[in-house]
């Protein structure tokens, strides 16, 4: 139908935004978090300031988006039925990515992914709470969030130490249970 709206995204945007998010990760490993600019990003995604802008509000934003779709699936492991396969599978990466996972688990970026992966956590806190008809817990959701995303964040951390070691798989269904088990808990 001409003139409609195309719901077919644009490769033109997505290439731009490929560019930041790489970009973003190349930099973040050379420089490290606290010493990135959006100057910075932009220079070695060769694209300009509006662009970025156009994308991200600032480089916490363009953090937070490049990896809240790995957090929203440690974030799943809070459901009973989560994908296992799935949670494997950003556990290897994290173990794949070794290096970038470290930088990303430690200051300055720990407390923002701690705050990220909290927020998505609550989220699915909420939700059960509705569906169990409004009972709320006796601690507030807040709470019980920040305290899982620490546990899940600080057992891939020392995971990732490499001693001692075990099987991503292993690892994946820890996080299922201990997750689940604390939210039951505490709820």
């Not at 509006?50 to 809240?68: R, V």
């Not at 020392?158 to 997750?179: N, V």
Request: glycine share 4%.
């Amino acid at each position: 139908m001409p003139g409609a709206l195309s719901s077919k995204p644009d490769r033109r945007v997505e290439r731009t935004r490929r560019a930041l998010l790489v970009g973003f990760r190349d930099l973040i490993l050379e420089r490290g978090y606290d010493r990135l600019t959006v100057r910075d990003v932009i220079e070695q995604a060769n694209v300009g300031r509006s662009t970025f802008y156009e994308h991200f509000e600032n480089i916490d934003d363009l953090f937070e988006q490049s990896i809240a779709p790995i957090l929203s699936i440690l974030a799943d492991a809070l459901e009973a039925q989560c994908d296992r396969d799935r949670l494997q599978m950003v556990v290897a990466h994290f173990w794949a990515n070794r290096k970038m996972s470290r930088v990303i688990l430690a200051e300055p970026t720990r407390p923002l992914l701690s705050r990220l992966l909290a927020r998505l956590i609550e989220e699915r806190l909420a939700k059960r709470v509705r569906a169990s008809r409004g009972k709320k817990p006796a601690i507030p959701l807040g709470l019980i969030a920040s305290h899982l995303a620490e546990a899940q964040l600080g057992l891939i951390g020392a995971w990732l130490s490499g001693t001692p070691a075990c099987e991503a798989s292993a690892l994946a269904a820890a996080l299922h249970a201990s997750t689940n088990s604390a939210a039951a808990a505490l709820m």
